[in-house]
């Protein structure tokens, strides 16, 4: 399932997987990483001129599901990783290189890693592990300190996301065991310790966090209606907890939380905040699975709907929205708001964009090769 990242209308990483941290490059040099279900990565750092493949033969395991990443800001430090190995590969100078770090867990689905790539952590499905971080740009790794299962079920270091400085981190700590309760645990301390943050059934395997810059602001949420669904907000650095509802959804917030925006997806409702939270306004009967995505720094929020066509957005009232772009035949498979730009993921495998000052002019500047239907797009 490919996922791309675009900066100022360049394509800058694709690859299968989700995306989790919000610390993509901003270096206009164009970076592409194609990864597949084959453990073939490739990767350009001239714009697409030439290309590279990932050597993955110094890892331990077998990579599968290859190309997830999490870069810094500048895209100076990237950590790439797949599904079964028990490998990470780091770059700390833009691509150029490459160093693979070993001993890491298994399943690794989930990474994040700080503005300045400093402090990276991942996570993913693997019965007993808590995950690894690293706190020197991803030279060394260690285990997380939070607590390892002792069941027999699964155990899942779920999902970490980090602030811009890397000081706070939240991550969910799920068990498939009633006598190891699901928790959310959370780093005040540039990840150096973890301690527990939440009560129990908060979270499951399906868990997403959103978090603004600051790392004041910061949401969770079970995207299944099968465990424990629910979107939870903090506004004290996940300190404390309030439960916003208990359908499933998907929840984002602004860089300055100026904009909090989750969706009851089972009552097609979406709610929106411009006030930190202190209230909200409800728009009604968008539809089923009015998916939301919120532009951190232009605080806008736009919504489209599975299986739809139509883009919108949902205008400053809360209580509203107008039609952005109808893609007629085409469905949308993806939508994500970088700095400066909107973009589209469709069911043809075009990859649209437009500009958020001129929202109506729409550029197709990528299609993707391969049969893959399920595309996920994240752009900065």
């Known amino acids: ?107 690794i689905r989930f990474s994040t890693t700080s503005g300045d790539g400093k402090y990276m952590a991942h996570g993913g499905a693997n019965s007993g592990g808590d995950g690894r971080k690293s706190l020197d740009y991803g030279v060394t790794w260690g285990a997380t300190g939070v607590p390892n299962g002792t069941s027999s079920g699964n155990a899942y270091f779920y999902a970490p996301m980090t602030n811009d400085d890397g000081q706070y981190t939240i991550v969910g700590r799920s068990w498939n065991s009633t006598s190891e309760p699901e928790k959310i645990y959370r780093s005040t301390d540039y990840m150096s310790t973890f301690s527990g943050s939440g009560d129990t059934g908060m979270l499951n395997k399906y868990m997403t966090v959103s978090m603004s810059s600051s790392g004041q602001y910061v949401l969770v949420g079970n995207a299944s209606v099968s465990y424990n669904p629910g979107i939870w907000i903090s506004d004290d650095y996940g300190a404390t907890w309030s439960q916003l509802t208990t359908d499933y959804g998907q929840h984002g917030v602004s860089n300055d939380a100026g904009m909090i925006v989750y969706s009851r997806l089972v009552s097609a409702n979406i709610y929106t905040s411009i006030n930190q939270g202190s209230s909200w306004r409800t728009l009604s009967n968008v539809g089923a699975n009015g998916y939301i995505r919120v532009s951190k720094i232009k605080n806008r929020v736009f919504q489209y709907n599975s299986a739809g066509s139509i883009l919108y957005e949902i205008d400053t009232d809360g209580t509203s929205r107008t039609i952005v772009k109808d893609f007629g035949a085409l469905v949308i498979r993806d939508v994500s708001c970088g700095d400066n730009e909107i973009g589209v993921i469709l069911t043809n495998k075009d990859l649209y964009t437009a500009s958020y000052d001129d929202i109506t002019n729409w550029t197709n500047i990528y299609t993707f090769e391969g049969t893959s239907a399920s595309t996920y797009l994240a752009l900065k």
């Not at 993509?24 to 990565?41: H, Q, R």
């Not at 190309?67 to 100076?76: E, K, L, M, N």
């Not at 430090?77 to 890491?104: C, F, K, M, P």
């Open 1 to 107: 399932m490919p996922r791309v990242l675009i900066h100022n209308n360049q394509v800058l990483y694709t690859g299968s997987g989700f995306l989790t941290t919000e610390q993509y490059t901003e270096d206009n040099t164009t970076k592409i990483f194609v990864g597949s279900a084959s453990a073939d990565t490739r990767y350009s750092l001239d714009g697409g001129s030439t290309w590279q493949q990932m050597d993955y033969s110094s890892g331990t395991g077998t990579h599968t599901y290859s190309g997830w990443a999490s870069f810094s800001s500048d895209g100076t430090h990237i950590l790439v990783h797949g599904y079964n190995a028990y490998t990470v590969w780091v770059s700390n100078d833009g691509g150029e290189s490459w160093n693979a770090r070993t001993g890491q867990e298994k399943n």
